[in-house]
């Protein structure tokens, strides 16, 4: 069994900043990409950054500059630092993984609840 869950989100003013936290747990061998991806109401979920197992990132244009993506591969744990966050950037944030469980020979995608942020004008 394995379960990624994420944390972190809430609500802020224009400007203001949050960190998003999404922890894997469970029988896991080994974890790929992790990322974050986010679905504003009415609109398809996107993507908003992902990093490697050996921390190479990637970014929607939307972000770069404002959100930073991290992990700690010893806790199994992605993290978005969110600055400069605009109303547009309310949605809710989903965390995924790229997780080999210990009974498997292959990769799955797991994806979290998701986390709701939500941006004041």
């Known amino acids: 069994q394995v379960e990624v869950v994420e944390s972190g989100g809430g609500l802020v003013q224009a400007g203001g900043s949050l960190r998003l936290s999404c922890a894997a747990s469970?029988?896991?061998?080994?974890?790929?990409?992790m990322g974050w991806y986010r679905q504003a109401p009415g609109k398809q979920r996107e993507l908003v950054a992902t990093?490697?197992?050996?921390?190479?990132?990637n970014y929607a244009n939307s972000v770069k500059g404002r959100f930073t993506i991290s992990r700690d591969n010893a806790k199994n744990t992605v993290y978005l630092q969110m600055n400069s966050l605009k109303p547009e950037d309310t949605a809710v944030y989903y965390c995924?993984?790229?997780?080999?469980?210990?009974?498997?020979?292959?990769?799955?995608?797991?994806w979290g609840q998701g986390t709701q942020v939500t941006v004041s004008s």
């Open positions: 469970g029988s896991i061998f080994s974890i790929n990409a």
């Open positions: 995924n993984a790229d997780i080999r469980r210990s009974d498997s020979t292959y990769m799955d995608r797991y």
């Open positions: 990093i490697t197992s050996g921390g190479s990132t």
